[in-house]
């Protein structure tokens, strides 16, 4: 079993940035990349972006292109969201998600593991 556990989450004004970690242990090379969604009170589980293990293939919401960006280590053990001009409305618990399937998706459900999430607040 796959075990991912986030931090770097917290409070932050307006235009401030912030770096997630998302920590793997367990099997990781069972999986093939690693994903980064939130949630919002009273809103969907939302993708925010994806980097495979291996070659390092991104993708990115709307939201997030342009402002950050997702990498990894090579070892498959750490992924990183590094987020830039974070605006009030970005406040979210952010997850990662780690998806055994070689296919891309932006979907939450094809998502096989998952960690426990970690708050991001942006506000003055």
């Known amino acids: 079993q796959v075990q991912l556990v986030e931090s770097g989450g917290g409070l932050v004004q307006p235009g401030g940035s912030l770096r997630l970690s998302c920590a793997a242990s367990?099997?990781?090379?069972?999986?093939?990349?690693v994903a980064w969604f939130r949630q919002a009170p009273g809103k969907d589980r939302e993708f925010v972006s994806y980097?495979?293990?291996?070659?390092?293939?991104?993708y990115y919401s709307d939201s997030a292109k342009g402002r950050w960006r997702t990498s990894r280590d090579g070892a498959r053990k750490t992924a990183y969201l590094q987020m830039n001009t974070l605006k009030p409305e970005d406040t979210a618990v952010y997850f990662c998600?780690?998806?055994?399937?070689?296919?891309?998706?932006?979907?939450?459900?094809?998502?096989?593991?998952w960690g426990q999430g970690t708050q991001v607040t942006v506000s003055t």
């Open positions: 998600a780690a998806i055994r399937s070689y296919a891309f998706t932006d979907k939450a459900e094809e998502y096989d593991y």
């Open positions: 367990g099997p990781t090379s069972s999986t093939y990349g």
């Open positions: 980097i495979a293990w291996s070659h390092g293939t991104t």
